[in-house]
């Protein structure tokens, strides 16, 4: 049969959204769209879809125009500063998000967001009051030390950052990503032994991860162990075969090997 342009607003698009279908929720959002450019709530629900698949640039369009239409929505005001700053447009999502920042000083999340994106764009006093208010609302718990470490290593302060993240892993061990991060800090500080542990520790908690396998495989090169890194890296690209570095990590082990052809 055919279907409404309202029918597909309140019969597929929930289906799909809960079910995480989310390329058969941007086809009838799109497809809704063509029939209906002004029905309501459809912009908004494509950036949500598009925000739920990591694609941000087209998330952005969607809650642009959400605000072109609606200039008061909070919503996509605040989902749109939350894009800018995950598609590392680091003063956009401070001109987005600063104006949001009264009403939002408890939101941990919103916090870490705005405080990397003054640290990026070089407003540093900035920067230290909001990490200063996450620790106000945080307290001592394991979160807040992720994100506080988490937020020292975007900005590449290693020494804060392993101190949050250390603090984090004390207070719990099984906290994903934690142990990732903290072996990238290690790995910056020339700390290769204390990196292989953490990155091996974080396989054990996240292991369809690809990203610690390919670190471990980074340390193997550092450390020389040709064979041990080819090992990692075809972990990493097991789990994703598009992975440059792993690719180009596996080409360099082999060329230390002296096996030229199989690393061309």
């Not at 063509?34 to 969607?62: M, S, T, V």
């Not at 005001?77 to 001109?95: E, K, R, S, W």
């Not at 003054?118 to 200063?132: P, W």
């Amino acid at each position: 049969r055919d279907w409404s342009v309202t029918e597909v607003q309140t019969c597929a698009l929930p289906i799909y959204m809960r079910m995480e279908k989310y390329d058969s929720a941007i086809r009838v959002l799109l497809e809704a769209k063509k029939l209906n450019p002004n029905l309501p709530g459809i912009d908004l629900n494509l950036g949500l879809a598009y925000y739920n698949k990591e694609e941000f640039p087209q998330a952005i369009e969607a809650f642009s125009n959400v605000l072109k239409a609606q200039p008061d929505n909070y919503q996509a005001h605040y989902l749109l500063g939350m894009n800018y700053f995950l598609d590392d447009n680091y003063a956009q999502a401070v001109q987005t998000l600063e104006p949001l920042a009264s009403g939002e000083q408890d939101n941990l999340d919103f916090l870490f967001a705005l405080g990397i994106s003054y640290g990026k764009v070089k407003r540093a006093e900035n920067s230290q009051k909001t990490f200063d208010q996450m620790l106000r609302v945080g307290g001592d718990s394991a979160h807040l030390h992720f994100l506080m470490g988490k937020a020292y290593l975007d900005l590449y302060h290693n020494e804060l950052a392993r101190t949050e993240l250390e603090k984090t892993i004390a207070l719990d061990p099984e906290l994903p990503f934690t142990h990732f991060n903290l072996g990238v800090v290690y790995q910056r500080m020339g700390m290769l032994q204390e990196a292989a542990k953490a990155f091996d520790a974080e396989m054990t908690l996240t292991p369809r991860e690809p990203f610690s396998y390919e670190s471990r495989g980074q340390v193997c090169l550092d450390l020389g162990q040709w064979d041990q890194a080819i090992k990692f890296f075809q972990q990493a690209l097991a789990r994703e075969p598009r992975l440059p570095k792993s690719l180009a990590g596996i080409g360099k082990a082999y060329v230390q090997k002296g096996e030229t052809a199989q690393g061309i």
